[in-house]
């Protein structure tokens, strides 16, 4: 049985469903109970803080909602799930949102699987960036979820870094250009080849889909997390052309 705060999360979430609730995340490969687990800390803190750094700048917009559902959409969420999920969300929204007892139970439970928190920051990153912009309380907000979770400065300001670039590259006609490329990959443009090897496999180690469902990402959330993967190969096949010139 779940405690602590975020299991009164998911549990007012899943409501008298709630057994059922923590079933379906586990998928049906026979995962472990502590697994299992894992994965249901992880579906209510993304949803729930989700919810909690929408309204930090102090309204819930439009684009906002439209991230979180694309979310669940990409997750291909059933619908007891995706009602779930949709509570969690307006409970982070709420004054009394306990964020710090949430994000020390959610790295306890993690067990310090840094790639699974890593997975957890960028979700929320992507949100906050969701319009286009970071307000400053989103970024305020943002650092100290960082910091709760044992990311130094630096490697939070390189995630933002990775997200911003991800982002563009999305939005932009000619596809990734090489700025984004080095961004994604966390490496400067003067970096020899090897280095720029050495971070493509260091990068494509922390986000491999399977790797992370072994360590706890519910299955749902795979979709995210080969799209990630993707687009850091696509960074190092740009920036490998680039080079043979």
């Known amino acids: ?45 993304t949803f729930s803080i989700m919810g909690h750094l929408a309204k930090a700048d102090g309204q819930v917009t439009q684009v906002e909602i439209d991230v979180a559902e694309n979310i669940m959409r990409q997750m291909k969420l059933n619908a007891e799930q995706r009602k779930a999920a949709q ?11 306990p964020l710090d007892d949430v994000l020390r139970q959610f790295r306890m439970e993690c067990h310090r699987r840094r790639s699974l928190l890593q997975m957890f920051l960028e979700i929320q990153v992507a949100m906050a960036m969701s319009d286009g912009k970071l307000h400053a309380n989103e970024r305020k907000l943002l650092e100290h979820i960082a910091s709760q979770l044992g990311f130094s400065r630096a490697d939070y300001e390189a995630i933002l870094q990775g997200i911003r670039a991800q982002q563009h590259a999305h939005t932009a006609q000619q596809g990734m250009s090489l700025e984004d490329a080095y961004k994604l990959l966390s490496v400067p443009s003067s970096a020899s080849d090897q280095d ?25 959330m795979m979709e995210l997390a080969n799209r990630k993967a993707q687009d850091i190969k696509t960074a190092y096949e740009a920036i490998k052309a680039s080079r043979k010139h």
């Open 87 to 97: 509570k969690l969300f307006s409970e982070g929204k709420q004054s009394n949102f």
């Open 1 to 45: 049985m779940l405690g602590g705060p975020l299991g009164a999360l998911f549990g007012a979430a899943f409501g008298h469903n709630f057994d059922q609730g923590l079933n379906s995340l586990g998928g049906n490969i026979g995962l472990g109970a502590n697994l299992e687990r894992i994965q249901t800390v992880f579906f209510t803190a």
């Open 196 to 220: 720029v090897k050495k971070a493509y496999r260091r990068q494509m180690n922390q986000h491999h889909p399977d790797k992370l469902v072994s360590k706890g990402l519910p299955e749902e």
